[in-house]
């Protein structure tokens, strides 16, 4: 055997190899089961996220129900737009919105393993202030991690983000351009979590806010990048108010980082 051969038998092995590791394990959601594609640390840590986010998932169930048009924008790999799915008992619609590369192809895997292609509909978009080709900065390309930084969206972002990040460009979209642009419904119920580009999120999405449709939002919100209010203060002027607010169920989470539940 050649050396080229033998090179060529070693890949297909390594290959092979880790395709079989490749598993499917269950979210830990109680109501359905609910598989997820585990190909990373980070996508079994995900299987934690009703865990982790007890009141997001009180949310959804309280809100998402049969006919309601979910957005959840920073989908990752899909775990509350799953629950959404299964609260709803799969009549409503949810857009994923996951701009990396890595994490929408599970995202994607995920929605099809479960058979809620006809419910979900992922969309490998970012979404930000303005519709433009922007720089991405990735803290990491494995599935499911996170933070990452659309270019423009998070205050600090030179600074924060190195360039020696990897970076890629990615399509932003205002969520009002892309609504009119592609005949989407106009969402009832809003999450956001996009790494501390919410602010941005949401004012590319003024149109969507002024909509008497939309009656809830979930937005995760860092003080230290708003310490001003800002993001209140701009929902305020939609007359959304805060009702709630809750904190990841993890350790390693700041005072300063918490989700906060807005209705008007």
């Not at 309280?62 to 799915?85: H, K, Q």
């Not at 919100?221 to 708003?226: A, C, H, K, M």
Request: glycine fraction near 8%; include cysteine.
């Amino acid at each position: 055997m050649t050396i080229l051969s033998e090179s060529k038998a070693y890949l297909r092995w390594a290959a092979g190899l880790r395709e079989s590791l490749r598993t499917v394990r269950p979210l830990d959601y109680p109501h359905e089961q609910i598989l997820m594609r585990i190909d990373s640390r980070k996508q079994l840590s995900r299987l934690r996220a009703c865990a982790k986010e007890p009141e997001t998932v009180e949310w959804i169930h309280a809100n998402v129900v049969p006919g309601t048009a979910f957005f959840d924008v920073g989908a990752n790999v899909g775990a509350y737009s799953l629950v959404a799915a299964a609260a709803a008992k799969g009549e409503c619609t949810v857009f994923a919105f996951e701009p990396s590369f890595a994490t929408f192809a599970a995202l994607s895997e995920n929605i099809a393993l479960n058979g809620r292609g006809d419910v979900i509909t992922p969309l490998h978009v970012a979404l930000g202030r303005e519709t433009a080709i922007r720089d991405f900065r990735y803290s990491s390309m494995v599935p499911g991690a996170a933070p990452h930084n659309l270019q423009g969206s998070t205050p600090g972002y030179t600074d924060a983000w190195p360039l020696t990040r990897t970076s890629l460009q990615t399509i932003s979209y205002r969520l009002d351009e892309l609504v009119t642009r592609f005949g989407l419904p106009y969402p009832e119920v809003l999450k956001i979590d996009v790494d501390g580009g919410e602010i941005s999120v949401l004012s590319g999405a003024e149109g969507c806010l002024a909509d008497r449709r939309l009656r809830t939002v979930l937005v995760e919100v860092n003080e230290e990048l708003y310490p001003d209010g800002e993001l209140h203060a701009l929902l305020g002027t939609f007359g959304f108010t805060e009702t709630d607010r809750h904190r990841e169920r993890r350790a390693d989470v700041p005072d300063h980082q918490y989700n906060s539940v807005f209705f008007r």
